[in-house]
């Protein structure tokens, strides 16, 4: 099992950037590929970004590639989501997620943390 904990969550102002982080234990960090979701209020939960075990790969949605980046650091056993320029559609519930997987154009994932509250204003 992997237990995995969200912080870094906050409001902030259209356009300013906040950093999220994720802390893993419970099973070995480094041989996990990682990544992000989220769900806004009355809406379906979508994926945000992911990452290879090695951190040699990344992924990431239409809709915030170019504002988001997604890093681990395997010796600190921690997932990090870097977003800029932040528009308040980016407005959600942010969950750090582990062995997550690409089927058919679906993102999935086996572990999920307790999520941390994105919201940005207008």
């Known amino acids: 099992q992997v237990q995995l904990v969200e912080s870094g969550g906050g409001l902030v102002q259209a356009g300013d950037s906040l950093r999220l982080s994720c802390a893993a234990s419970?099973?070995?960090?480094?041989?996990?590929?990682m990544g992000w979701f989220r769900q806004a209020p009355g809406e379906k939960r979508e994926f945000v970004a992911a990452?290879?075990?090695?951190?040699?790969?990344?992924y990431y949605a239409n809709s915030v590639k170019g504002r988001f980046t997604v890093s681990r650091d395997n010796a600190k056993n921690t997932l990090y989501l870097q977003m800029n320029s932040l528009k308040p559609e980016d407005t959600a519930v942010y969950y750090c997620s582990a062995d997550v997987k690409e089927v058919i154009g679906i993102w999935e994932a086996d572990y999920w943390g307790q999520g941390t509250q994105v919201t940005v204003s207008s």
């Open positions: 419970g099973r070995t960090f480094s041989r996990y590929s």
């Open positions: 990452i290879s075990w090695s951190g040699t790969n990344t």
